[in-house]
Every structure is written in structure tokens, then in C-alpha cells.
């Protein structure tokens, strides 16, 4: 079964809005040209997390590229799977994300070791290497990414908290006036966070003034068909399934009746400071005189 746009419902949180249009999601969609790059810390955290917006999204006429950026050396879960886990990590990758109509070249691997990506942070590194900045913006602006989905940054895992870290702060830099030969790109239209098992950073939902419990600020809903597909593509991760069998039961918590709801953080990856309500400060000072 092809899933269709209308098969997915989006609730903006803050706004208490529902409506059937991405752009609840990914605000000022333009149908027939957009290019979302999901950012996976491990092969697998794509699919697990974000796995129902790259569903929409290609729902919406969308190309979706997935960006890992650990090799999976750490993923095995008996002694005698260590020389092979790397090399069974990348087919299964292929597998999985076929499953879900990603393939080919929209899928790029980094190959960072596991539990390591925060030392690759930047351009430089003290070695002499180039860092990962030095990938992620040419492979975006080659690309002509228009959204960018990130990994939870809040206690989930050092890799996810790094990878967040570059796509929140590299994915700004594609659109500006630098490093000319690396190419040009309008851009980043807007970003998302997503949870593979934890939850959110509560700073938004304080600011914003809603309930700590609410952290993600915007939901998207689908159709169970979207969910089959989702474990059919999970499952491809044989190596896994010690891993990462606590949060396939946890999916079921993400059960509306036979639909499929997931929680994500929109966010403002660049956001900018507004002196307003400084200079009514300011004024109602001056005015008081102290």
C-alpha cells in the first residue's frame, strides 16, 4: 500500500492547531521541491525516531536522504559478531531503508567509530583531519537540503547529542555567503528533533509555557499501514534485535487506536535577538527615572 499525503494528520502544539498539511510540521512546504536529510547518529536511530516524518515527508513529494554517521563497530551483542558487524551493519542499512524507499546514494555514511563523533566535531581537528564540517556542508549543499531532522540532544547518547550539535549548527552555515568552493545553497528552511527513547529537552515547553510533560512541540499522526511498514524495516537490523528490543515494545505506547502517533521538537536553529522587549524595559525605566 502507497501511503499518500492524506493519510498523515499534524498537531502543532503550541498553536493547539490540527490540520492535514506537512507545513504543521515543516512550516512553508513547497511541494515538488524539497530535500530533507535526516541526521542518524547509528543506522538504526533514523528509522526508530524520525521514521514516520521521512514517511510523510516522501508522502508530500519529498527526497529523503539519511546521513549516519558511526560505522556500527559497537553494535553486537556476542563476542564471535565483532569482526563482522561493521560490513552486516551497512546491509542491513540498505535493507531497512529500502524498505522505506530510501536507497542508493541518499543513503551516507560517515563512518565514525561508535561513542566517538564528539571528538570529529568541527573543521579541523588537533590531528590535522578534516572534522565533520568539513562533510556535512559540501554533502548538503551538493544536496540542496531544505530540512534538516536531527537527533534528540538531551541525555539520550553522546552520539546523539553530537550529531544534534552538528546538524543545529553546521545546517545554518549551508546557506551562507562562505566557502564558496564547496558549493551554493539557499538555505535550510526549517529543523526537527527527534526522540529515539528519551525525552526532550523540557526548555522549550517552559518557554513556550507549556506542560513539562509536553516537550516536543509538534505530533504527527498516521495510519497503521505507515507503522507496518516502519517494524518491517526495523526488523532488517537482525544484529540488533538485543539491542533494540526494549524499544520496539515501547512502540506500542505510540498507539492511538490502530493509528501511529511521534512526537518532535521544532525548533529555530539560528534564532535571532529581538530588542523589544529590552527597549520597553528601557522605556518604562527612563519613565519611572530609576
Not at 5 to 18: C, E, H, P, T, V
Not at 60 to 69: I, K, L, P
Not at 132 to 149: C, H, L, N
Request: charged fraction near 30%; hydrophobic fraction near 40%.
Amino acid at each position: 500500500m502507497a501511503l499518500k499525503g492524506s493519510d498523515f494528520a499534524y498537531y502543532d502544539l503550541a498553536a493547539r492547531k490540527r490540520g492535514g498539511e506537512i507545513g504543521l510540521l515543516m512550516p512553508g512546504w513547497r511541494a515538488g521541491d524539497e530535500r530533507v536529510a535526516i541526521f542518524s547518529p547509528h543506522d538504526d536511530d533514523a528509522v526508530l525516531g524520525a521514521g514516520v516524518a521521512a514517511l510523510a515527508a516522501q508522502a508530500n513529494g519529498a527526497e529523503v536522504h539519511v546521513f549516519v554517521f558511526c560505522d556500527g563497530r559497537a553494535g553486537y551483542s556476542r563476542p564471535q559478531e565483532k569482526a563482522t558487524i561493521v560490513e552486516r551493519r551497512r546491509a542491513e542499512t540498505e535493507a531497512a531503508y529500502g524498505v522505506l524507499g530510501v536507497g542508493g546514494d541518499r543513503i551516507v555514511r560517515f563512518e565514525y567509530p561508535d561513542f566517538s563523533v564528539p571528538a570529529h566535531i568541527g573543521w579541523v581537528m588537533p590531528w590535522g583531519e578534516e572534522g565533520s564540517f568539513a562533510r556535512t556542508i559540501p554533502m548538503m549543499r551538493e544536496r540542496r537540503i531544505t530540512r534538516v531532522v536531527v537527533p534528540n540532544g538531551y541525555r539520550e547518547h553522546v552520539d546523539h547529542e553530537a550529531v544534534c550539535r552538528i546538524g543545529a549548527y553546521d545546517g545554518p552555515q549551508v546557506g551562507d555567503s562562505i566557502l564558496a568552493e564547496w558549493g551554493e545553497a539557499d538555505a535550510v528552511r526549517s529543523y526537527l528533533e527527534y526522540a529515539v527513547w528519551g525525552d526532550f529537552s523540557p526548555e522549550d515547553a517552559l518557554v513556550a509555557g507549556r506542560s513539562a510533560g509536553l516537550r516536543g512541540n509538534v505530533v504527527v499522526r498516521a495510519p497503521r499501514a505507515a507503522e507496518e511498514l516502519l517494524r518491517e524495516a526495523i526488523r532488517r537490523f537482525e544484529s540488533q534485535e538485543r539491542v533494540i528490543e526494549g524499544i520496539m515494545r515501547a512502540r506500542d505506547d505510540k498507539r492511538v487506536g490502530e493509528d501511529v502517533i511521534e512526537a518532535y521538537l521544532r525548533f529555530d536553529a539560528r534564532p535571532p535577538l529581538c530588542y523589544g522587549p529590552y527597549k520597553d524595559v528601557v522605556a518604562e525605566m527612563d519613565e519611572r527615572g530609576g
